[in-house]
C-alpha cells in the first residue's frame, strides 16, 4: 500500500485536536497533534506521538515534561499556526498551568511528566503522567477527512 492510501484511510478516523507544549530555555515551543489518547487511569496517563524530526521532540526530552491542550471549536486558527499552515503570526494567549504554558482558553489543559517513550517507526510515542488538569465545558475543534469539522 501507498503512502497517501493509508494516509487518507487514517483520515477516516474523526479526532480533536490538540496543541502539545514545552519549555526549554524559557521559550515555549508548541505542535498541533491529534495523534493523543488517553492510557491508564491509574496511575493517570496519557500518549501523544510525535515525529522525531519535529523540532517539538527534542525539547520534550530534554524538558522531560509537557501539556496538551484540547482546544475548542472558535480556536481553528491555532491549530493551523501550530500546524504551520499559516505563515503569518499569531497572538498566541499562553498562560501559566502547574509551572508550565498552556493554550489560554482551550476546552482541556493538561500537565504532564514524561512517565516513558518508545520509539515506534518514524516517531516517538511519549506517555505522559498527568498532573493536573484543567475542564471547561464548550464544544471541541474536530478534524475528519483532512478539514475541521462542527460538533453537532
Known sequence: MDDRLFKSAMGK???????????????????????????SLDP??????????AKT???????????????????E???????????????VKFERFENQSVIEG????????VYDSHEAGDHTLFIGEVINLQVQDENPLLYFEGKYREFK
Open 13 to 39: 478516523f474523526a479526532t480533536g485536536i490538540t496543541v502539545v507544549t514545552t519549555e526549554s530555555d524559557g521559550e515555549v515551543h508548541g505542535m498541533t497533534a491529534n495523534a493523543f489518547m488517553s492510557v
Open 57 to 75: 521532540h527534542g525539547y520534550i526530552e530534554q524538558a522531560g515534561k509537557f501539556a496538551v491542550s484540547i482546544l475548542k471549536d472558535d480556536q
Open 44 to 53: 493517570k496517563l496519557v500518549l501523544i506521538s510525535v515525529a522525531k524530526k
Open 106 to 113: 482551550a476546552l482541556v489543559n493538561i500537565a504532564c511528566n
Open 77 to 91: 486558527q491555532l491549530s493551523q499556526y501550530f500546524a504551520k499552515q499559516i505563515g503569518k503570526d499569531v497572538d
